[in-house]
């Protein structure tokens, strides 16, 4: 007496929630990851954080612009985070202070904040599905 695909739901949940989750958690180990480089004094994770964080958003920066032009392009509450980017790759002045580093990581949270603010709540659920930035890895 009972329906013949009602037996198949639970195996269907089986299958598809794993696949569901595992998007915002690879996503939140990666997140994980690019904190603990940038609290090691790798500024690159904060400026890749921010650029995930775009992308996830469809806004993916232009990958020939520079970091300054970039920040321009997002939001002034980047600005810092670019400086501080372009003078350790491009600077050659070898590891920064305490001082940019936390520069840096201001910047990216006041700019992350921002995103935040900008976006509506289905948004932010989108971007944590959207793929963009897990592919962009594999490029």
């Known amino acids: 007496s009972v329906a013949a695909w009602i037996p198949i739901v639970p195996i269907i949940l ?3 929630l794993p696949i569901v989750a595992a998007i915002p958690i690879t ?4 997140h994980r990851a690019r904190m603990r480089r940038l609290d090691d004094g790798d ?14 958003f469809g806004a993916e920066p232009d990958p020939a612009a520079t970091p300054t032009e970039v920040a ?9 985070l ?3 980017y372009s003078r ?22 006041l700019t992350s904040d921002r995103f935040i603010m900008k976006h509506s ?3 932010r659920f989108r971007s944590y599905y959207r793929l963009a930035s897990l592919r962009r890895r594999f490029r």
């Open 14 to 16: 089986a299958l598809i």
């Open 27 to 30: 996503k939140w180990a990666r």
């Open 43 to 56: 500024i690159s994770a904060a400026w890749e954080e921010i650029v995930v964080r775009l992308t996830d």
């Open 72 to 80: 321009e392009s997002v939001d002034p509450t980047m600005k810092p």
């Open 82 to 84: 670019a400086s501080v």
């Open 88 to 109: 350790s790759i491009y600077g050659g002045a070898g590891r920064l202070s305490s001082e940019q580093t936390d520069t840096a990581r201001q910047s990216m949270q």
């Open 121 to 123: 709540a289905i948004e």
